[in-house]
Each structure stands twice: as structure tokens, then as C-alpha cells.
């Protein structure tokens, strides 16, 4: 079993900054990827960043240029720093993690961008 704590969730203006992070304890072997997601209110779970074991990423269209995801392998953490919010960023965020034991959710934390 694996546990997924988020946390650095928040309530920000637009144009302000938030770092995420995602702390994995339990029966971890052989973590392979781990990433962010976002869920808006009313939409599909969707996406933002990910990043390998190799530290290779991938990011959401939309959050190109402005959030970064890394991760501290000796920690199990994965972190997402996020710049210049933007209200349309709004969401649930969500960490997953794909290892050798299987796929695991975090509970998520909400982020919340308004004026």
C-alpha cells in the first residue's frame, strides 16, 4: 500500500505563486512516474505535469511556461511550482503515482486563484 500526502494548496490572487508537494510513504519499489492533476469543478480529471524517473517531463498546454514539476527521489516527493496563476487554474489538484505496486491517488488539495 501507498500512501499520497498533498499539501501547499491555497487561496492566491492572479499573477501569485503556489508550490505544490506530494510526499509518498508505504510499500514503494520502483516508483516510474509521478504527476500532477487538476480536476475544475463540473469537469474530467485532467493532466498538468509529469515527470519520470529518468526526470524527463511533460506538461498541460496550458501550463507551459509557468509551472514546473520536480521531485526529490531520495524523499519520494514531487513538487509543482506554480507562477502566474491564473483564475482558469482554479482546481482540485490531484498527485498520482505509477509505480511497480500499481497507480495511487493523493486526496487532492484545492487551489484556488481569484482577485
Known amino acids: 500500500q501507498v500512501q499520497l500526502v498533498e499539501s501547499g494548496g491555497g487561496l492566491v490572487q492572479p499573477g501569485e505563486s503556489l508550490r505544490l508537494s506530494c510526499a509518498a510513504s508505504g510499500s514503494i519499489f520502483s516508483i516510474y512516474t509521478m504527476a500532477w492533476y487538476l480536476q475544475a469543478p463540473g469537469k474530467q480529471r485532467e493532466v498538468v505535469a509529469a515527470i519520470t524517473w529518468g526526470r524527463s517531463t511533460n506538461y498541460a498546454e496550458s501550463v507551459k511556461g509557468r509551472f514546473t514539476i520536480s521531485r526529490d527521489s531520495a524523499k519520494n516527493t514531487v513538487y509543482l511550482q506554480m507562477n502566474s496563476l491564473k483564475p482558469e487554474d482554479t482546481a482540485v489538484y490531484y498527485c498520482?503515482?505509477?509505480?511497480?505496486?500499481?497507480?495511487?491517488w493523493g486526496r487532492g488539495t484545492q487551489v484556488t486563484v481569484s482577485p
Open positions: 498520482n503515482v505509477l509505480s511497480s505496486a500499481g497507480a495511487y
